[in-house]
DNA sequence: ACCTGAACACCGTTCAAGT
DNA sequence: ACCTGAACACCGTTCAAGT
């Protein structure tokens, strides 16, 4: 009884990410993750309880990356900081981003980041109903255009155009909210 | 020689489509679509050169559904129209439709559907520049959110609240672009 | 012309066995 | 406790063979 164990969750997943932006989502089987940490596909199976389980902490992965705002901030400061780090995960991880549209997430990090829109919309004075409606609107708004671009969806268009188109988005959504803190 | 077929491709689109709606897109494989045609996967590829041909199939399939808008309405009605037109196809076709946000289609059938969005945002009184960048922003709005919807992200809210989700966000969108005409 | 059987390399997953 | 080998049902795909 008793050996050192070669592989953790983390390392599982992180190579699982690897894969995914390197190439594509299609190639994260059980085997090319476990021959990347020179393993065999059942090693896997004492850190992850299947396939499914190893998606869903990729994606619980993707989402710890992104860093909450500064708390300092004005409120649509810190929304803008979000979105930000939203689409520099994607940037980082354009292959495995796509996940974040296809399993949603009830985890905690997915809690967090949704807090702390709501916090900030709070005290852009909407009431609970509003808040709750703009945030969906917020995310999804934002999650299609970053994994639009990750997918490649714009991949005829310059980086300097797809800035923009996403400066030009982050302006439209400023503008259906209340107007923010002069400062 | 001779023997009449008892497949073509539009039949293999079709059920493909339906294996997606009814089981999720893993669950579209060459033997489960071919075993609902009553014959070998073997069989499927004088139709289809291979599984990325099936699902890029299956995504002209699904533009295909979203109606040309009325030419007498507005441009703004005629921009309404065609995302109920989306939200419609993504409503009949819940589990195929993520394939639109990861295969990007220079397909006919998607540039038709954009070449209509440019006529009414040029009618709109819109450059050159900013219809296209209209037309980015709000096709990966809309998509954004009728993929999250038919993915299931939204699956804790009652059906009422995701339909006034919607027309919210098309106010959002209504609300940057210029003044509609009356009438 | 259209479909099938056999074959290949590769999936996810299980379970008993090795250290 | 952790990993592996062998096994199973299932992938996508090719090619020669049947009608």
Chains 1, 2 share one sequence.
Do not use: C
């Not at 089987?29 to 059942?42: D, G, I, Q, S, Y």
């Not at 981003?97 to 967090?112: I, K, M, V």
């Amino acid at each position: 009884m008793g050996r050192t164990a070669q592989i953790d969750r983390s390392a599982i997943l992180r190579t699982a990410l690897d894969v995914a932006d390197e190439h594509g989502l299609a190639a994260v089987t059980m085997n090319a993750v476990a021959k990347r940490l020179e393993v065999t596909a059942m090693a896997l199976y004492r850190h992850v309880t299947d396939k499914a389980d190893l998606l869903d902490g990729m994606v619980e992965a993707l989402l710890t990356g992104i860093p909450t705002p500064e708390p300092g901030l004005a409120w649509n400061d810190r929304l803008t900081a979000m979105a930000g780090g939203i689409r520099a995960v994607a940037t980082a991880h354009p292959g495995a981003f796509p996940l974040l549209l296809t399993r949603p997430a009830a985890t905690s990090a997915a809690l967090e980041i949704r807090e702390s829109a709501y916090r900030a919309l709070r005290e852009a004075g909407l009431g609970q109903d509003a808040v709750e409606r703009a945030e969906r609107l917020l995310s999804t708004a934002i999650l299609g255009f970053v994994a639009s671009e990750a997918a490649g969806r714009f991949r005829n268009h310059g980086q300097a155009t797809i800035d923009e188109d996403f400066a030009e988005l982050l302006r439209w959504l400023q503008r259906v909210l209340p107007d923010p803190p002069t400062g």
